[in-house]
């Protein structure tokens, strides 16, 4: 059992780098190489024990709380925009606009992740992360003095694309503490995560309520400040050694070795997919939903290049950005992929769905404030279950069982949700607390599994990988949702007036009359309805709050086969627990020299960069 890399020199004068990791056990698994005898591990980190609780720097402690800041960052950006959209269009007279404000940033983030973090995976992490970060403060910047909605959206693409960098803030900050940790590091961005969807929901409302006109410039403002601390820690803390001799390459090379024609399939599919839900789920745009060319012909281009993407990485080459190693040891990396997309989709129910629920039927008419605290259910029960969560997973090395307890209860969630009508308000803040207690541990230990399945080397892939199959699958399961929604309601809404009104000698030719005067909230418009008295006017809002309610249950009880779906994946993973010991995957010391000053050849990076 030989305890370190060795550098030697081959018969051709090259540096040739032998990998001996340390086994204690004959049948403990390896990552060191893949099955082609190609590393699969970061640049001088071979030779650790196992068993032998390393010293861990301060400063690897210190970075765990950059990207912890990160992700609450990151968590700010993806729901304050959309807490303030209606605000901000209404503020520059663009209403038509509003959803751009939301889109405009989540669409690029899905696709940059990937493509940034399996360049860093081989580059290095650094300089990539401070670009990030740059171009983020300069569209807080642009976003918060415009007066023009039109360049809001064109920040909140800078936003989306910087925003790639959340793979990497779930990626680093495992990779500098032992695996041991990895439940903990992950329950710790998680948390982060929703402490910053709380602190969004109660400081913009907070903002806007007090500067009606302006005070949705604090969503830029407070990014602005939490970003550059950021910058400012990564600058100062975080230096590590090189990941590969790849990274010591020249640029021209290193471009040239990209996988571009991969890159161009994913965001060619990406895209356009992702642009044609966002049509389909607005009424406002598209009425008639799918048979508009705006929602199916870019779904059809985008399923079509996504599909020719997936087969390319597949078959055309080797060494793409979703590489070949992920898939090597075990059904885990995928499987678990395919959960983030589930968890995806549940997360954007409850953000979306939900919330459509608590302002627009069980507590419209209260304040901005009460509003946002009948959120707030989920959200803290995530946050006083995380710390368990992260204690048990620790202590026992068991993911699987929690796992399995948080889809359940976001079963029993959505089902009780799908049965609460357009009074039972209490009934429905009650199952969004449970579906926060068993959400707490879905992110966390699903990007444990993903990160445990993974060669040290992908990390940071994996990890962006699972960020954006989260954000697919819930980006297009709330646009199934709506459509669901939209397609209920409209289906239920004359017939349900009628049995309302009629019996009151209402006209049943002036119910869609009706509805549009109802729909404007103008006591006037409606008074001038033909036969509109107080009894069928009453009536008539109580149908409609009655049809509404209808409608989200059935959005509640069409996911009950994706969670479904979850669990059934759920049952083929394995519990990674062999793998949660005291290694550090990229510590921020590494053993890595160069003997005589020789730098890293032509050569060495493409045989790097095929593994």
């Known amino acids: 059992m030989s305890t370190a890399n060795e550098n030697m020199m081959g018969e051709d004068g090259k540096h040739n780098v032998v990998h001996h990791e340390f086994v204690p056990e004959a049948e403990q698994q390896t990552y060191a190489k893949d099955p082609n005898g190609e590393p699969v ?35 700010y950006l993806g729901v304050s925009p959309a807490v303030a959209a209606g605000p901000i269009a209404s503020s520059l007279g663009a209403p038509a606009k509003q959803q751009w404000l939301i889109q405009a940033q989540g669409i690029p983030s899905i696709v940059s992740g990937p493509i940034i973090a399996v360049i860093t995976d081989v580059y290095g992490r650094k300089n990539a992360v401070l670009a990030l970060l740059a171009m983020a403060i300069a569209a807080c910047i642009v976003c918060m003095i415009t007066t023009n909605i039109d360049v809001i959206i064109f920040g909140q693409t800078l936003n989306g694309v910087s925003a790639g960098i959340s793979g990497l803030l779930f990626a680093i900050p495992s990779e500098v503490l032992p695996s041991r940790y990895r439940a903990l590091v992950q329950g710790l961005m998680s948390g982060s995560g929703f402490f910053g969807v709380f602190i969004a929901f109660m400081s913009t409302g907070t903002a806007i309520a007090a500067d009606p006109n302006n ?35 020249t640029l021209r090379h290193r471009v040239q070795q990209l996988d571009w024609i991969g890159y161009l399939l994913l965001t060619g599919g990406l895209v356009p997919l ?10 406002k745009l598209t009425k008639s939903q799918w048979k508009d060319p705006h929602a199916s012909a870019p779904v059809a ?17 080797s060494t793409g950005f979703l590489h070949h190693a992920l898939f090597r040891h075990g059904w885990n990396f995928p499987l678990a992929v395919l959960l983030c997309a589930v968890e995806g989709d549940i997360f954007y129910l409850v953000n ?17 404030m009460q509003q946002n605290a009948c959120l707030l259910p989920f959200y803290v029960a995530v946050l006083l279950v ?19 307890a948080g889809f359940a209860l ?46 040290p080397l992908f990390i940071g892939v994996a990890s962006a990988l699972a960020i954006s199959a989260r954000t697919l699958g819930g980006t297009i399961g709330y646009g199934i949702a709506l459509v669901i929604q939209h397609d209920v309601y409209d289906g239920k809404i004359n017939g349900n007036v009628a049995k309302a009104v009629v019996p009151l000698g209402f006209d049943e030719a002036n119910i869609p009359t009706l509805l549009g005067a109802l729909s404007s909230h103008n006591a006037t418009i409606i008074g001038q309805v033909p036969g509109a008295n107080d009894a069928v006017v009453a009536a008539a809002q109580l149908a409609v709050t009655d049809t509404t309610a209808f409608a989200y249950g059935r959005v509640w009880y069409a ?5 479904a779906l979850g669990l059934i994946a759920l049952w083929f993973v394995e519990n990674p627990s062999k793998r949660m010991d005291w290694v550090v995957d990229a510590p921020l010391k590494s053993n890595h020299t160069e003997d005589n000053g020789v730098r890293a050849t032509e050569e060495a990076h493409d045989e790097d960069f095929k593994s």
């Open 215 to 249: 005070g949705w410039r604090w969503v830029w403002r407070v990014q602005l400040i939490l970003n550059g601390i950021i910058l400012l820690g990564i600058v100062l803390v975080y230096k590590p050694p090189p990941r590969t001799r790849s990274a010591e390459t």
């Open 559 to 563: 996911a009950v086969p994706a969670i």
């Open 41 to 75: 591990t970061v640049l001088g980190t071979m030779g650790q024990d196992p068993n032998a609780k390393p010293k861990i720097p301060i400063s690897a402690w210190i970075i765990v709380g950059l990207a912890a800041l990160g992700q609450l960052n990151n968590a």
């Open 274 to 283: 992702l642009m044609g839900f966002a049509w389909a789920s607005d009424a």
């Open 410 to 455: 976001q079963l029993v969630g959505v089902v009780g949700l799908g049965t609460c009508t357009a009074t039972s308000y209490a009934r429905a803040l009650a199952f969004n607390g449970v579906m926060g207690v068993g959400f707490a541990s879905l992110l966390m230990l699903l990007i444990t599994i993903i990160q445990l399945a993974s060669p």
């Open 301 to 317: 281009v985008g399923f079509a290049a996504f599909i020719a993407c997936g087969l390319w990485e597949w078959k055309g080459t």
């Open 386 to 404: 995380t710390p368990l969560i992260m204690w048990y997973t620790t202590k026992t090395k068991d993911i699987k069982k929690p796992l399995i």
């Open 352 to 368: 979306n769905i939900y919330t459509g629920e608590v302002f627009g039927m069980w507590f419209g008419s209260k304040t901005a």
